[in-house]
């Protein structure tokens, strides 16, 4: 089955520093993925997305390459701000755009970022 | 603004109690779904509903059912409350053919159960 793998956490970062969250993935078929964060007290947002190989999803900052060859999608920022704190969800769908989908996805186990002053 | 609206956002329960969470959604959308979320474990996937009526087991199907009797709502019951489904509940909506892009969350129940 899909399944989704991200990097241990919590992560704990000055202001202003590069932020990388890791995540590998297991999949059948070519699998959209997507990272969603969760700030304190709310649900999930979608931060960023690509749905086939070597595509860059990007916003706020955030930036993602889908990486077919290491079955990668790791998260990056160059300057990360307190306001970025939150929990960071890498997660997939097993059927890309286009196609009959329920919407199900997977997610990974999600990395809890937290950006002192 | 869309929105996905869970009924309560704490909800404290006892064992062998019938609990009822609700959601509804006000954008038309046809798939609607309930997670469970805890820590280090990420979000799994309990039911899922594709139209009115209509539904499908997740990965942790086990201990819940659900109901949706019209578009707009998808209730998560849990039959028999145990301590172990102490947890965030969280439901999503997205509609049909939007690839996934058009998911939406509520903010989430946490439901202890004692």
């Known amino acids: 089955g899909n399944s989704v793998t991200q990097m241990e956490g919590p992560v704990t970062l000055s202001e202003e520093a590069f932020l990388t969250i890791n995540c590998t993935y297991t999949a059948t078929g070519y699998p959209s993925l997507f990272w969603y964060v969760q700030y304190p007290g709310e649900g999930l947002q979608l931060l960023l997305k690509a749905t086939k190989a070597d595509d860059k999803g990007s916003n706020k900052g955030f930036e993602a390459t889908y990486r077919k060859e290491t079955t990668s999608f790791h998260l990056e920022k160059g300057s990360v701000q307190v306001s970025d704190s939150a929990v960071y969800f890498c997660?997939?769908?097993?059927?890309?755009?286009?196609?009959?989908?329920?919407?199900?996805?997977?997610f990974g186990q999600g990395t809890i970022l937290t950006v002192h002053p | 603004d869309v929105k996905v609206t869970q009924s309560s956002r704490y909800l404290v329960k006892r064992t062998g109690e019938k609990v009822f969470l609700e959601c509804v959604q006000d954008?038309?959308?046809?798939?609607m779904f309930w997670y469970r979320q805890d820590p280090g474990l990420g979000l799994r996937l309990i039911y899922f509903s594709y139209d009115v009526k209509m539904k499908e087991k997740g990965d942790i199907p086990e201990g819940y059912s659900v109901s949706r009797e019209k578009k707009e709502r998808f209730s998560l019951i849990l039959e028999s409350a145990s301590t172990n489904q102490t947890s965030m509940y969280l439901c999503a909506s997205i509609g049909a053919g939007t690839g996934n892009y058009g998911y939406t969350f509520g903010s989430g129940t946490r439901l202890t159960v004692v």
């Open positions: 997660a997939l769908s097993d059927l890309n755009a286009g196609g009959t989908s329920y919407g199900k996805l997977t």
């Open positions: 954008m038309d959308h046809e798939n």
